[in-house]
């Protein structure tokens, strides 16, 4: 075989990928302990990935990874699979499918000329991204590779959770759980700039620790829209500068941009689901453990049986176990974060 050195951030050289002719590179990551390698020959893809997994990047190759992630170019996709083997559908697309196959534990999608074949009872993901265009490339990295990583993950005690979340002092968490346009990012970095601690602005985890539950943390890039930097004077500049190729979105480090203090853990203390709304003030109102259970529930893939249902009795003590608060969102993100600054730390 060919000869095999590390490089920055881990980068290890391995032989030429005869589908593409061009060496194939790998990545290690460690979240939360859990390994996990990378394996593509598009440099431009394993960049986007960089991006988002940038504070779990290592260099350490000698443990088996949990799971290995192939993205590959060959325009043929992967081989078909038997006609008696029918998937389960187990998420909504307009175009394309979700399926899960109870037999070896598999996830199957398709979705605009982008195939992933997720083998999580053998520990490997592959995806097919054709030409790899920009757009190929966006859907590969990003909701391709979420929805394998959190179902790999929870297969491990790692429940996710669609929610920003924010550290005060001493550890106590605030979590904003929501659904895209809920207002989970300008939040976070409303609290951010005020000096709370970032776990992350769109997904964090739940675990069981030392019998106690535990939020960790997923500090992905940020994803900002034209409506978030207008509203934040210090991202105004965004709106001048062109989006990323095959992105909708700006992309940011709240690290960077506010030297915001990465939070690997700590303790829920508070439930905070929010709606933007077109007035000035913010309000909170409570709500019961019942109703924020309800809200918490589309997390739950329903896929492997035994994970699931864990999944489904993390989010239920999560619930049960802290205060919950409905938020209407006004324009003053600083009297926003004060309100909420005031509940995270109660």
Known sequence: GAARGAGPNGVIDHPTDHATERPTERRRYDIHGAAVEVASADAALLQLLDGRLLPFATAD???????????????????????????????????????????????????EGVTMVADLGAGLVETWVGDADHRARWLAT????????????KRRGLHSVHAAACAADGGSVLL????????????????????????????VFLAERESTLQ??????????????ASLLPELSHLLERPKPPGAVKHRLRAEEVYE??????????????????GCEDSTLVPMSPDDALMELLPNVLLTEASSSQSHLDALGRLASGVPSYRMTVGTDLHGAATLLATVAST
């Open 61 to 111: 190759a000698g443990s088996v990874a949990a799971v290995t992630f192939r993205f590959l170019t060959s325009p043929e996709g992967p081989p078909p699979r038997a006609a008696a083997d029918v998937g389960r559908p187990v998420y909504d697309l307009r175009s394309g499918h979700v399926l899960y196959f109870e037999d070896g534990d598999v996830i199957n999608v398709e979705h």
């Open 142 to 153: 990003h909701p391709f590779f979420t929805l394998a990583i959190l179902e790999v993950l």
């Open 176 to 203: 904003v759980p929501g659904q895209s346009g809920a207002g989970k990012t300008t939040l976070a970095l409303a609290l951010a700039r005020a000096g709370l601690g970032l776990l992350g602005d769109d997904t």
């Open 215 to 228: 939020v960790l943390g997923f500090p992905d890039e940020v994803d900002v829209t034209d409506q978030t």
């Open 260 to 277: 915001a203090r990465l939070v690997g853990s700590g303790r829920p203390t508070a439930l905070v689901f929010p709606e933007v709304a």
